[in-house]
């Protein structure tokens, strides 16, 4: 199973850690002939704004946003997930747009806004949660399973192929939603 993990900047190598000790042959993405092949996808945490002009800068936005559209599994953490969402609480700049929520940055305040809980979700069962300047998602649009709460805010959603996250799952000895992922990877192929 090959799976991309975009690597322009922020937590990628943890991703790319846990997902090879699950058995799959990881891509670092830094450019668009590194999207060929791929089975699923992982945007991981970082600083969404800077991302996204990376994303813009490198050509990679509407290929990877063709590719999820036609049903590429991705997993989005954190900022990947503010890049997934389709409308921001307080961006008029939105990038892939592909998952229909709208998501509210630094969600928990920038400078508080870190901290660490447990809680269940949906298909993986109480996994640890770590929030780092976290987005939380505000709506969803129907069609949207919620997966996961904290304190009645949204942090984990499926929509189709897209998992997005509002917490770090791979700063956590937790290789569950990883195992979920690649399960997902797994059905489509
Ligand atoms: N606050 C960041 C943003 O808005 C996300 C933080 C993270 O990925 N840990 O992009």
């Not at 002939?33 to 992982?42: A, C, K, M, P, R």
């Not at 109480?126 to 129907?142: G, L, Q």
């Not at 192929?161 to 569950?176: A, K, R």
Request: proline residues 4%.
């Amino acid at each position: 199973m090959k799976i991309g993990i975009l690597a322009l900047q922020g937590a990628f190598i943890e991703h790319e850690k846990i997902l090879k000790s699950l058995g799959a042959d990881c891509v670092e993405i830094r450019q668009l002939s590194d999207l060929e092949g791929i089975q699923g996808l992982v945007l991981p945490g970082g600083e969404s704004t800077v991302q996204g002009q990376l994303l813009r800068k490198l050509n990679l936005l509407e290929p990877i946003q063709k590719m999820i559209s036609d049903g590429l599994p991705v997993l989005a953490t954190c900022a990947g997930l503010i890049l997934l969402s389709e409308h921001l609480e307080s961006d008029e700049t939105t990038h892939l747009a592909t998952l229909p929520v709208t998501t509210k940055r630094n969600a928990y305040g920038r400078q508080l806004g870190s901290f660490t809980t447990a809680a269940p979700m949906k298909y993986v069962g109480e996994i640890p949660m770590v929030f780092i300047r976290a987005p939380y998602i505000e709506s969803a649009d129907n069609g949207v399973e919620v997966l996961a709460t904290v304190d009645e805010h949204i942090v984990a959603v499926k929509y189709q192929n897209q998992l997005g996250l509002s917490f770090h799952p791979e700063l956590t000895e937790d290789n569950h939603i990883h195992q979920y992922f690649l399960d997902m990877v797994a059905s489509r192929i």
